[in-house]
């Protein structure tokens, strides 16, 4: 189960962390990743890490300014998101896939949480 909170409204410019929090099962060899989906559009890869260690992912449009994290104590992964744009405006929702190779393919991830609003005023 993924548990993912920390959103807001924020203006621009301004900085939010997402936490998504894993229970009930073991993800350490899963990829953990960050998807939005603003209204009337598709869902959009974020950011992937593995929880094991290793490299992270992030798209394009976030690359230096959100980062993503994990706590291996603490069974979470973060998003710390900086210089926040009202094109960032979204529904963050956290997500797990077992594959050997990160996906930006959200089809491919099989456990998500519930999503956290995030409103970034102009």
């Known amino acids: 189960q993924l548990q993912a909170c920390g959103g807001g409204v924020v203006q621009g410019g301004g900085a939010l962390r997402l936490s998504c929090a894993a229970s009930?099962?073991?993800?350490?060899?899963?990829?953990m990743a960050w998807f939005r989906q603003a209204p009337e559009k598709e869902r959009e890869f974020v950011a992937a890490?593995?929880?094991?260690?290793?490299?992270?992912y992030s798209a394009d449009s976030v690359k230096g300014r959100f980062t993503i994290s994990r706590d291996n104590a603490k069974n979470t992964v973060y998003l710390q998101m900086n210089s926040l744009k009202p094109e960032d405006t979204a529904v963050y929702y956290c997500?797990?896939?077992?594959?050997?190779?990160?996906?930006?393919?959200?089809?491919?991830?099989?456990?998500w949480g519930q999503g956290t609003q995030v409103t970034v005023s102009s």
């Open positions: 997500a797990a896939y077992t594959g050997a190779y990160y996906s930006q393919d959200p089809r491919m991830y099989a456990f």
């Open positions: 009930g099962g073991t993800f350490s060899s899963y990829y």
């Open positions: 890490i593995r929880w094991s260690g290793g490299s992270s």
